[in-house]
């Protein structure tokens, strides 16, 4: 047997409502949802273990209330979880769990108590796994704090199951929270280190996604939404380091024509529409792997790897005479675009040489007249 259950009950609470604490000031700051959700889930733990601490004393703030409490904090953790992912919530499921607790579950005999507690508890805890685990599979950036809190969640899941599935069976000492049984006996203890952990993880997860944001926003082209060329650099290193000698590169630059002009014409924000304009037409012309970035000004260039020279020389004359179509509903029609286009085959590509080779050709059509794309040979 557990001594000094209430000294337990007690402490947890504090540590759950000091977690609450936190998570809402880092909220205040962030202002991420799922922060707040998370905060009310472990204000709402604090509350129960408060609740607990007063076993043998008052049964119906212990069993009615704590246990209610509990159940609406696993709600309400699932429901952090599900606008962490972007979907829509529904708030009344959040406390569906606790609010059939107090329908009448409270008052059934201790065993059934006991199996109905965990198995609501274990289906918002398999709720919750399963959007931390999809979250990670919906992006292409993956965060580690979201496998631990899905793996955390899915352990204690299991645990509940496991309670489920022998609370039917198990010998109950009605004087105490606590029973005999080697599933049981320390089942509060779990329980309150399981909330402990996972709170801190939890915010954990949430600071990981904030910087993960903010470092793809120091990539991101604001005006176009494209690879800026900051980003553009990482995909050369990258590119480097991957290349195996065998593959054709090629490297595309674009530069939209009389822009100064159009600037000085038609004014700043009609500028701005014609770079837009040709970011979009670029972006839908392009293959998937492809990397397109604004790297300045006017100026835009395109990194194609596994390519062969027909397909390079096609996706420019494509992307030139679509935004040539695209752009003759603005500025008069005034905005046309000149490419350089610059390959090296069946060897590891010199991204410095292919650059000057690219930009030589560039220069090449705009002497030669504007608006077409021009072959750098090497």
């Given at each position: 047997m557990l001594p000094l259950a209430p000294t337990l009950f007690s402490f947890s609470a504090f540590v759950l409502l000091l977690l609450s604490t936190l998570m809402y000031l880092i909220w205040r700051r962030d202002r991420e949802p799922e922060e707040l959700f998370w905060s009310a889930a472990f204000s709402m733990a604090g509350s129960a273990f408060v609740c607990f601490a007063f076993r043998n004393v008052n049964e119906t703030v212990s069993i009615v209330a704590g246990n209610a409490l509990a159940l609406w904090a696993c709600g309400l953790v699932w429901t952090g979880a599900v606008i962490f992912r972007g979907k829509a919530v529904h708030p009344l499921l959040s406390f569906a769990g606790g609010l059939m607790w107090l329908a009448g579950f409270w008052s059934a005999g201790i065993h059934l108590r006991i199996v109905a507690f965990a198995i609501v508890a274990a289906i918002y805890e398999t709720l919750t796994t399963y959007?931390?685990?999809?979250?990670?599979?919906?992006?292409?950036?993956?965060?580690?704090?979201?496998?631990?809190?899905?793996?955390?969640?899915?352990?204690?899941s299991g645990v509940d199951i496991i309670v489920a599935i022998s609370g039917s069976f198990v010998e109950v000492d009605p004087g105490s929270p606590f029973t005999d049984s080697w599933v049981l006996k320390y089942r509060w203890l779990e329980l309150s280190s399981y909330l402990a952990i996972l709170g801190f993880v939890l915010i954990a997860l949430s600071k990981e996604r904030i910087a993960i944001r903010q470092e793809s926003a120091a990539m991101i082209d604001a005006l176009t939404g494209l690879a800026n060329r900051r980003a553009f650099d990482l995909a050369i290193e990258r590119a480097e380091r991957s290349a195996t000698g065998k593959d054709t590169t090629a490297l595309l630059v674009f530069d939209l024509d009389n822009f100064k002009v159009i600037n000085d014409r038609f004014g700043h924000p009609e500028g701005d529409r014609v770079l837009a304009a040709f970011g979009a037409t670029a972006a839908r012309n392009i293959r998937s792997g492809d990397v397109l970035a604004r790297i300045g000004g006017e100026e835009f260039v395109i990194l194609m790897c596994s390519v062969d020279r027909g397909t390079a020389l096609s996706v420019a004359e494509r992307i030139r005479s679509a935004f040539v179509e695209e752009a003759s509903f603005l500025v008069d029609g005034l905005a046309t675009v000149s490419v350089g286009v610059a390959i090296m085959e069946n060897r590891t590509p010199d991204f410095w040489k292919m650059t000057r080779a690219a930009d030589r050709a560039l220069y090449d059509a705009k002497a030669a007249g504007r608006n077409r794309v021009v072959f750098a040979g090497q």
């Open positions: 959007e931390l685990f999809s979250y990670n599979r919906a992006k292409d950036k993956p965060l580690l704090m979201s496998k631990v809190a899905g793996w955390i969640v899915g352990i204690h």
